[in-house]
């Protein structure tokens, strides 16, 4: 539990530290964001060569994810977080659980699942601000 509250709670410190510098691609950030945690688990697996094989897969899935979600949009963002998070929570199901650190599944899911939620929010207010300008551009009011 402590460990989810600190992945929720680092999640919206780092959020939030993005928010104040406007202007970063928001897009680009959160892109590279996936792409390191992604690679994350390599760095764990090294001693374990099946392990660091299919690390090696998912971190060049993630990067493949993040590159797409970069150029097509925060929704895609979001689904690559949401992707990981699972990853994250499934990973000692199917690997040595002694390979990452303690709770680490639970925090990285947390914190995996704050950006997700975020980038869907933030898209749904991007969309919306879009849908006011062209109404607004084209003489109607909302």
């Given at each position: 539990m402590t460990s989810s509250i600190i992945g929720i709670s680092l999640?919206?410190?780092?959020?939030?530290l993005f928010t104040g510098l406007k202007h970063m691609?928001?897009?680009?950030v959160y892109g590279l964001i996936l792409?390191?945690?992604g690679f994350l688990y390599v760095g764990f697996a090294w001693m374990d060569w099946q392990a660091l094989i299919i690390n090696i897969v998912q971190a060049v899935f993630f990067l493949f994810l993040s590159y797409y979600g970069v150029r097509k949009g925060l929704y895609v963002l979001a689904g690559g977080f949401f992707l990981h998070g699972i990853w994250d929570w499934l990973y000692s199901l199917f690997q040595n659980p002694g390979l990452i650190p303690p709770h680490y599944d639970l925090f990285?899911?947390?914190?995996d699942f704050t950006f997700g939620i975020y980038l869907v929010v933030l898209q749904q207010g991007v969309v919306r601000d879009s849908r006011?300008?062209?109404?607004?551009s084209s003489g109607l009011s909302l």
């Amino acid at each position: 539990m402590t460990s989810s509250i600190i992945g929720i709670s680092l999640g919206f410190i780092i959020i939030l530290l993005f928010t104040g510098l406007k202007h970063m691609d928001k897009k680009l950030v959160y892109g590279l964001i996936l792409t390191a945690i992604g690679f994350l688990y390599v760095g764990f697996a090294w001693m374990d060569w099946q392990a660091l094989i299919i690390n090696i897969v998912q971190a060049v899935f993630f990067l493949f994810l993040s590159y797409y979600g970069v150029r097509k949009g925060l929704y895609v963002l979001a689904g690559g977080f949401f992707l990981h998070g699972i990853w994250d929570w499934l990973y000692s199901l199917f690997q040595n659980p002694g390979l990452i650190p303690p709770h680490y599944d639970l925090f990285c899911l947390s914190i995996d699942f704050t950006f997700g939620i975020y980038l869907v929010v933030l898209q749904q207010g991007v969309v919306r601000d879009s849908r006011k300008e062209t109404l607004g551009s084209s003489g109607l009011s909302l």
